[in-house]
């Protein structure tokens, strides 16, 4: 009914055209048509070739019948075109579906709050838009709610529960994990929209239903926690370190009022007995600095020797952290490269998925494959390695946890210099899988913490290099080996309370630990050897 409304109203415009622009019989010459709807409706008057027809209207010649010129047609034209517009509009309401005003039945039950959208996702259709769903977070960074002596209790108590438990997620969807299962270890702390964009790559990546992904925590949040409990792409699990500065925000590792302020000269806390020991630049420890090193090696200890569904395992264990972003193609060159090792390079002990590289062109290079000396300035973004070169690494514990640095890359970077019987070599990507897409963090501070402008850039160079995804072959290419300098250690870990945390992990990675007291204590207490010992006396 409404269609046949819309071709009488177009019958009467097309008539009031010809008569305002003053045709005659004489004169016209055009062919005219019969307006044929979906279910006959009656035929159309004559137009000339100048008139357009609805495009949904099928056309069949017929004779044209000439148009009487009569004066002051313009406004009639103009009133009779409105009156078609507002017919059409109704037309259209009553014949289409209701559309959509809720963004949830767009996302198909999935809220869209999130301040940021993934450039990476078409949010009409992409399931995986479910991840980015935020009631306010955006980027939480140092700005932590101080937690009452109750909250601290409750939270270690849920750390101690979950400890004990090992569950693994979607186990039952997707299979117990085998020896040679891909473990993704992701290292994170409060950075919700990071963790969010992260997970959302993951989830679109191809065999990413073959992996264990593990979360390794040194912050407990509820909403972090949330979120990972909606990830139903791949088997699941989350440990947490147990010894964070969101658990001991008084006593050490965190801060303590016995502690030396970091600027406190030699004299001053030899009169004031403050507890604590220098770093090579004189610098007493700053314990917001400590815990990201302190954290990656007992994560490290805890996957390849204390997680219990892990104890058979030898495959590949990937690093990655929360402000990480990796290509759908980024397991595929995983085993790619893995698989090529033998061949390409038997001393390489580390396979490397991202770089720092400021230019690349994924068209030539996305098959590139690069074999170098492991550096930890270029090579610590999204590296593997396996249970065998663990065992290596752990072997040089007192390398790693005395060495006065607090960045665990440079830490590592040490032990392949000063104590492995071969240096770490590494299989490194040219064109990378993996981006780092955080703006802020440990060591930067912004006002804008957005990852929209590095989002959007990483998101341009994946869809530009779109075909070259997934290369059958790979080029390996040898790189002239660089003498490296001598690295005395960027300081901020000269502290003995630290050294002997770190290498306790290598013996217990549970919720206690010896060596170590308390820093609530320290009034009138003095270190040796890395451990407390307390003297008589006031």
């Known amino acids: 009914m409404g269609g046949f409304i819309c071709v009488l109203a177009w019958q009467c415009c097309l008539r009031s055209e010809g008569e305002a622009g003053g045709l005659s019989s004489s004169s016209s010459s055009s062919s005219t048509f019969t307006c044929l709807l979906p279910s006959s409706a009656p035929a159309c008057p004559p137009a000339h070739h100048g008139s357009a027809l609805p495009p949904n209207l099928a056309f069949s010649n017929v004779q044209a019948r000439p148009f009487v010129m009569r004066g002051g047609g313009w406004p ?35 809220a869209r709050e999130s301040p940021e959208a993934d450039p990476a996702l078409n949010l009409q259709r992409n399931p995986t838009s479910k991840f980015l769903h935020a009631k306010s977070d955006g980027v939480k960074l140092s700005s932590v709610p101080q937690l009452t002596e109750e909250q601290i209790r409750e939270i270690k108590e849920q750390i101690q529960r979950r400890s004990g438990n090992e569950t693994v997620l979607n186990e039952e969807l997707f299979g117990p994990v085998q020896p040679d299962t891909i473990v993704i270890a992701v290292q994170v702390h409060n950075r919700l929209e990071y963790l969010r964009h992260l997970i959302v790559s993951l989830a679109q990546a191809r065999d990413i239903d073959t992996v264990l992904l593990i979360f390794s925590h040194d912050y407990y949040d509820e909403d972090i926690n949330q979120l990972i409990t909606t990830i139903d792409f791949c088997k699941v699990m989350q440990i947490f370190y147990p010894h964070s500065l969101q658990t001991h925000p008084y006593t050490f590792p965190g801060e303590s009022p016995g502690d030396c302020p970091r600027d406190t000269k030699p004299e001053e806390a030899a009169r004031t007995k403050c507890v604590g020991t220098p770093d090579l630049y004189k610098h007493y420890r700053e314990a917001r600095f400590t815990q990201t090193k302190h954290h990656w090696w007992w994560k490290a200890n805890k996957i390849f020797d204390d997680v219990w569904v892990l104890k058979n395992h030898t495959g590949l264990v990937l690093f990655l952290e929360e402000d990480h972003y990796v290509a759908e193609d980024f397991l595929y060159m995983l085993k790619l490269l893995n698989a090529a090792v033998p061949r390409a390079c038997s001393k390489c002990s580390l396979i490397t998925l991202g770089n720092y590289l400021k230019t690349y062109n994924f068209h030539t290079d996305a098959r590139k494959v690069e074999v170098t000396q492991w550096v930890s300035s270029k090579h610590n973004m999204g590296f593997a390695f396996n249970h065998s070169i663990w065992q290596q690494i752990k072997a040089c514990n007192e390398k790693f946890c005395n060495h006065d640095d607090y960045n665990w890359d440079w830490s590592l970077l040490h032990v392949s210099n000063t104590c492995l019987t071969q240096k ?12 780092h897409i955080g703006e802020c963090g440990v060591h930067h501070k912004k006002k804008d913490c957005s990852s929209r402008t590095v989002l959007n850039k990483v998101h341009r160079t994946l869809q530009a290099g779109q075909r070259t995804l997934f290369p059958r072959q790979l080029i390996v290419v040898h790189t002239p ?57 006031s």
């Not at 770490?424 to 981006?435: D, I, K, Y």
Request: proline share 6%; charged share 15%; net charge positive.
């Open 76 to 110: 009639r034209a103009v009133r009779v075109a409105g009156v078609v517009v507002l017919l059409c509009v109704a037309w259209l309401q009553l014949a289409l579906p209701p559309l959509p005003h809720d963004p949830q039945s767009v996302l198909g039950g999935a």
């Open 424 to 435: 770490l070599h590494t299989l490194v990507l040219r064109a990378p899988r993996v981006f």
């Open 481 to 537: 080996p660089k003498k490296v300098k001598k690295h005395k250690g960027n300081g901020g870990w000269g502290d003995r309370r630290d050294h002997a945390l770190c290498r306790s992990f290598s013996v217990s990675t549970g919720l206690e630990y010896s060596g170590v007291l308390s820093s609530s204590l320290f009034s009138g207490h003095t270190l040796t050897n890395g451990t407390v010992q307390i003297r008589s006396g």
